[in-house]
Every structure is written in C-alpha cells, then in structure tokens.
C-alpha cells in the first residue's frame, strides 16, 4: 500500500541558545549541544555547523516520502519564530510552521496576538516546562484563558505538550469545556512510558482534540527498533479513542541521532499487529484533515546502496 504519510512533530532551528529552569542550551560543534550541565548530540555529527534548517529536514523529508511536517517549537531550542516565519513563506505546501510564546515572562499575550496577526495558525505551549522550580503557571490562569477564547475565536490551533501523566489533564478538561471548538492537538503520546499515560489520551474523546506521537521512539528507546512496544501502545491509545484520533509525529531531528529518519515510521508499515487502514489514518490521514493540508507532493520511493 502506497500510504500518505505527514509527521505532526518536528522541530527546526538556526541556533539553540536559552536557558530553562537556570540551566543553559546553547549550539555547540559537529551536532553537539551544552544541555543542562551536560554535552548531548543534539544533531546527527555531520551536521557540523549545527544548524537544523528546512533544507535539510526537506532532503530527508524527500527521501522518506513524507509529504507535509508541523514543525512545532520547545523552550530548550529557543524561541524560533523568525526563521519559522521565513520557512512558511519559503515553503508553504511541505510546512505547517507553530509561533511560541514564552509564557514565563510578562508580556506573552500581546506576544500571541502579533504572532496571530502576523498569520501563525497554530500557537504552541510546552506546558511540560510550566512546573517551574520556584512556581508553576497554571493553564487555567486569567491571561491563559484570554488567550484561549481568542484562538477559539480565530480558529487558531493550541500544539501543546503536557507534563508526565495526569498532572495537567484537570486543567486541560476546563480548557475543552470552556472552548469546545478550539482544536488542540496534544503531543509526545500522552508521554507513554510514564504512568497514567491514558488520561492524556482520554482527552481525545473530545471531539477536537487529537494525539500525535511526537517522541514516541525517544520514549521507547531501551526497549529500540522495530518499537513493538510503541506498536502495543498505539494500539492500546486507538481502543480507547479510536484510530482517528491519533497522528504520527517523529520529533526530527533529536530522534534520528539514534535512528534513521525513515526508521522512525516504517516500524509501524512493518507492524502486523495494525490493518492496512490504520496504519494510513496514523501515518498520514488523520493529520491532513486537522490540519486541512492540502496540494500535497507524491514524493516517489528511491532505493538506497544497499537495496
């Protein structure tokens, strides 16, 4: 079967250079990164100059025949929203580009409001970054929920990843009851390897909210490819929401420093344990009509040198 395939989690950037929680990030050489007191491989090594640009994800892209990416933001790498707004206009059919706000300063929802003005359609929240050392920002706050009605309104699209479990699933219930027809799409798969992993899930009950398994291979990764673990999982998820619900998402470029790019998909097409129709919802379907992607390339299969 020749599937669609999308990746709803991905990430892009020039530099990394911020801190989080005191600790810094910053761009270092040959795909290296200083993070939090330590030096990790941020990049695969041949990415020399550190840079993770759209060109780059687009070469792989081709290669592994993924169509269209959302290329989603997190405070470890930095706002990015300048170079993301560049990569929209420069390549508005393979792209769906997030705007970030930072909501541990003052000032983010007048941030949001020129980013919506600007023509972002999807804002991000890494909402797993809001349980601060010294306070945690609550979703729920005044200024939270302004924002909120104002991208319900707008028919803005909340990308938001939770921290581990049900720590923020209250909240996030509050938010769907007040702002029914916001959609929101809710990353790193519910953080499946932690506990109570399924009451993330769960809120894709609500009929516009979706999962995407941005990290799922990261999460995964003692037990490592072919991920059958991963494979259990996303069939554990569609029992209880459903297929339609849920959506593919690598979290390129971070996972292929242990895998290829391609790898971070075909293990579910190798999979027996999904029919042939789940594996397109989850590989491509689902995430073309929440995102409403249309015009989408038919990138052609090339075999590699050991095909």
Known sequence: MDYLIIDAHAHLWLKQDTMVDGQKIKTLENGKSQFMGEIRQMLPPFITDGRN?????????????VSAAIITQEYIDGLQNEYLWEVQQKYPNRFI???????????????????ITQGFK????????FLLPDRRIYL????LMELFKIMEEKQIILSI????????????????SEFPDLKIAIGHFGMVTRSNWQEQIKLALNRNVMIESGGITWLFNDE?????????????AASLVSME??????????????????????FIIKSNLLTEEEKALFLGKNAEKFYGLQDLLKLPYIKNMSE
């Not at 705007?99 to 941030?111: A, N, S, W």
């Open 53 to 65: 640009t759209a060109e780059i994800f687009l070469s792989n892209m081709d290669y592994a025949r």
């Open 122 to 129: 999807v804002l991000k929240l890494p909402a797993n970054r």
């Open 245 to 266: 619900k849920l959506m593919w998402g690598s979290d390129y470029p971070r996972t292929i420093t242990a895998i290829t790019y391609r790898m971070s998909y075909d």
């Open 97 to 115: 580009c997030c705007g970030m706000i930072d909501v541990r300063t003052d000032g983010y929802l007048e941030h949001a409001k020129q980013l």
């Open 161 to 176: 990843d939770l921290a581990d479990g049900d720590t923020q699933v209250g909240k996030m219930k509050e938010i769907i």
């Open 224 to 236: 490592f490819y072919p991920f059958n673990g991963a494979v259990w999982a996303i069939k554990e």
């Open 140 to 143: 729920t706050s005044d200024e």
